[in-house]
């Protein structure tokens, strides 16, 4: 009965359990668990397993969480931190790579896990900070890969209708970029996953006659078969205007007289470059495209600004050509608004985010034999889209970048004995040169097979197994893209008998391994030259949504769409949310409402805007064109997400 007594006493004082019994569990608890406090995510908390996983370092209780694990920094962690204290809305993901310094080495390690991050309120309702549970997955999300890669997962993941799509989407889109000796080029692609349909942006990296390289990206309005269509047709037109010799301006000339006459074409934005592979030399021109990001090899990053044209068929207006350069080690980054697009965010911020994003990803020391990308433009492309990613896509997603090495690979120049066992060193230096040109590996491979092949028969043919011959193997990347391997020897070319039996097969698979196979003899010998155009692939994806717990709250950046009218002299429409597919109709339909046939001028207030996509500047261009003077008017304070648009895309004369 005492025991009983005691019991309910203790119950009563301590509702959580015996405190010293609260803290074990805690502490012993297999998840890492969090407690932050205040906004500047203050460690209240940290049980053995949190503590762990940032390498047991000293002095994370008391600190702000930025302070105690600054190599997230660049990741969009403490980002989606300082959203949930925000906005008090709950955020979980599964299977998030993330990269910690778990040694305390310097060197980044790749881990896998799925958290959620709860914020805690205070009685009033306040958010005083958060509890973060978290769970690694680096074991499974490495089952899971192997089992994905044995049975082409990039196949089988768009299955059905989304397979139909991507296919598409591919038929409309380069199979990839070129292999160039003086340029690294990889680009990926991610149609909006909000609707199973293909998608407006585009993009291209084509090598011009005069061996300068133009790389390019568009934004069609809207999705679907329409969007696709025109997408397609914008970068047809392009690209024969280019590759016929046409300069930067003529060939945006052709896209503005092809959207004049095509009216899903209209509101389009392009940007291209026009870049010296040799002297690093860089033309840029824009039709309301984002600028594209120059950085350099520590993350140091400028943007490549110029006066703001409205898009395609908006104004009449002649594009602008700016001139610029990269060094080498630098890269540039063409992307379409969709990577840096966010509700309730202005494109300045937007920005600003990605340079500080590409930045981390350029100087972050990750660590060998992880699934990060090796080679620069592929880790840039991959872990952009990834890290932006985490907010979700509500638009096609291109991005395309582009790096001036600076110590592009030197080719083989092999002069070897013909014994059997140079094969390996062919082998070797062909396959190591591949690698360094970022040549696909099935490719590689295939050329690996068919410089063997050239070497072998050498070997047995030309000598008849004499060691003191000599074979030379050259190799040579053009300006198109082409690849050239040369075996020579001084042997003695003897042709195919006519009945070869078993042999002869060498030529015939070399052949077939490569695009054209050339052998010449004579006196000084034998030579083989094999050539093979090289071509990088491009990813193309659709982008998914992550999950975001029920709770009472909208999406957290999500501001119902509505308009509010104030009649008068001159009516005003004050708009809130934001202008996309889903409710552009609704402002034409307002705005038309106000104007009563186009009589009597009308104010737009943008102010509450959150996001303006490109069919709402699309129908303000419109509508401005077709409105007599003063008859429109709109209105965005300096800062705002609708004042970047409007700046951006030539509409700000409509601005007070």
Same mark, same amino acid.
């Given at each position: 009965m005492t025991g009983e007594i005691l019991g309910g006493v203790v119950e009563q004082q301590h509702p959580a359990g015996d405190p010293a019994e609260v803290a074990r569990a805690f502490e012993h608890m297999p998840a890492v668990l969090w407690a932050f406090e205040g906004p500047r995510h203050r460690v209240v908390a940290a049980n053995r397993a949190a503590r762990a996983s940032v390498g047991d370092r000293p002095g994370i209780i008391g600190r702000p969480i930025r302070e105690v694990i600054p190599e997230m920094a660049g990741q969009q962690i403490f980002e989606m931190i300082d959203e949930v204290y925000a906005t008090g809305n709950p955020v979980s993901h599964a299977d998030r790579r993330v990269l910690v310094d778990r040694n305390g080495d310097g060197n980044l390690e790749e881990d896998f896990y799925t958290y959620t991050f709860l914020p805690t309120h205070d009685d009033e309702g306040g958010v005083t900070g958060m509890v973060v549970h978290i769970v690694e997955t680096t074991h499974w999300v490495r089952q899971r890969q192997a089992v994905e890669a044995r049975a082409d997962d990039s196949e089988r993941r768009y299955r059905e209708a989304r397979d139909v799509v991507l296919a598409l989407q591919r038929s409309l889109l380069p199979a990839g970029v070129p292999v160039l000796p003086g340029l690294r080029l990889?680009?990926?692609?991610?149609?909006?996953?909000?609707?199973?349909a293909a998608g407006g942006d585009w993009f291209d990296a084509v090598v011009l006659p005069d061996g300068q390289v133009a790389l390019l990206v568009g934004d069609v309005v809207g999705h679907g078969a329409e969007a696709a269509g025109v997408m397609g047709q914008l970068r047809a037109v392009a690209l024969e205007a280019l590759?016929?010799?046409?300069?930067?301006?003529?060939?945006?000339?052709?896209?503005?007289?092809?959207?004049?006459?095509?009216?899903?074409?209209q509101g389009a934005t392009v940007g291209v470059v026009v870049l010296d592979p040799h002297s690093g030399g860089l033309q840029y021109a824009s039709r309301a495209h984002p600028p594209p990001l120059v950085l350099g090899p520590d993350g140091a990053g400028r943007f490549l600004d110029g006066a703001p044209t409205g898009p395609l068929a908006s104004d009449g207006k002649p594009g602008l050509l700016h001139t610029d350069g990269l060094r080498p080690g630098e890269f540039v980054l063409l992307y379409s608004d969709g990577l840096i697009e966010r509700a309730g965010q202005?494109?300045?911020?937007?920005?600003?985010?990605?340079?500080?994003?590409?930045?981390?990803?350029?100087?972050?020391?990750?660590?060998?034999?992880?699934t990060v990308p090796e080679l620069m433009v592929d880790r840039l492309s991959a872990l952009l889209v990834e890290r932006f990613g985490w907010a979700g896509y509500r638009d096609d997603v291109t991005v395309l970048v582009a790096e001036l090495p600076a110590d592009p690979p030197e080719p083989p120049d092999l002069r070897l004995p013909t014994r059997p066992e140079s094969l390996a060193a062919v082998r070797a230096a062909v396959g190591h040169w591949l690698t360094a040109l970022g040549v696909p590996r099935p490719e590689a491979v295939a050329v690996q097979h068919a410089v063997g092949e050239a070497a072998a028969n050498a070997i047995e043919h030309a000598y008849r197994g004499d060691p003191s011959g000599e074979l030379t193997?050259?190799?040579?990347?053009?300006?198109?893209?082409?690849?050239?391997?040369?075996?020579?020897?001084?042997?003695?070319?003897?042709?195919?008998?006519?009945?070869?039996?078993?042999?002869?097969?060498?030529?015939?698979?070399? $052949? *077939?391994?490569?695009?054209?196979?050339? &052998?010449?003899?004579?006196?000084?010998? #034998?030579? @083989? =030259? !094999?050539?093979?155009? +090289?071509?990088?692939?491009?990813?193309?994806?659709?982008?998914?949504v992550p999950t975001v717990p029920a709770g009472p709250a909208a999406y957290?950046?999500?501001?119902?769409?509505?308009?509010?009218?104030?009649?008068?002299?001159?009516?005003?429409?004050?708009?809130?949310?934001?202008?996309?597919?889903?409710?552009?109709?609704?402002?034409?339909?307002?705005? $038309? *409402?106000?104007?009563?046939?186009?009589? &009597?001028?009308?104010?737009?207030?943008? #102010?509450? @805007? =959150? !996001?303006?996509?490109? +069919?709402?500047?699309?129908?303000?261009?419109?509508?401005?064109?077709?409105?007599?003077?003063?008859?429109?008017?709109?209105?965005?304070?300096?800062?705002?997400?609708?004042?970047?648009v409007?700046?951006?895309?030539?509409?700000?004369?409509?601005l007070p």
């Open positions: 990889a680009a990926r692609y991610l149609v909006s996953g909000t609707e199973a590759v016929s010799g046409a300069s930067v301006l003529d060939m945006l000339g052709r896209l503005d007289t092809l959207a004049a006459s095509v009216e899903a074409a202005t494109l300045d911020s937007g920005r600003s985010d990605l340079a500080r994003v590409a930045a981390a990803v350029l100087s972050e020391p990750v660590a060998p034999h992880s193997v050259t190799g040579a990347l053009d300006g198109q893209g082409r690849l050239r391997l040369t075996v020579t020897d001084q042997g003695r070319w003897r042709p195919a008998p006519a009945y070869p039996g078993d042999r002869g097969r060498g030529l015939t698979m070399m $052949r *077939a391994l490569a695009d054209d196979v050339e &052998v010449s003899t004579g006196d000084p010998g #034998t030579r @083989v =030259t !094999l050539t093979h155009r +090289v071509r990088r692939p491009v990813e193309v994806g659709i982008a998914t957290p950046d999500e501001v119902p769409f509505r308009i509010d009218r104030r009649d008068g002299d001159r009516p005003v429409l004050e708009v809130h949310g934001a202008v996309d597919p889903a409710t552009v109709d609704r402002l034409q339909q307002a705005v $038309r *409402a106000a104007r009563r046939g186009g009589v &009597v001028p009308v104010t737009v207030d943008l #102010t509450g @805007v =959150t !996001l303006l996509s490109s +069919v709402g500047v699309r129908l303000l261009h419109r509508m401005s064109a077709g409105a007599p003077a003063a008859g429109m008017q709109l209105v965005a304070p300096p800062g705002s997400p609708a004042f970047q409007l700046s951006l895309t030539g509409l700000d004369h409509l």
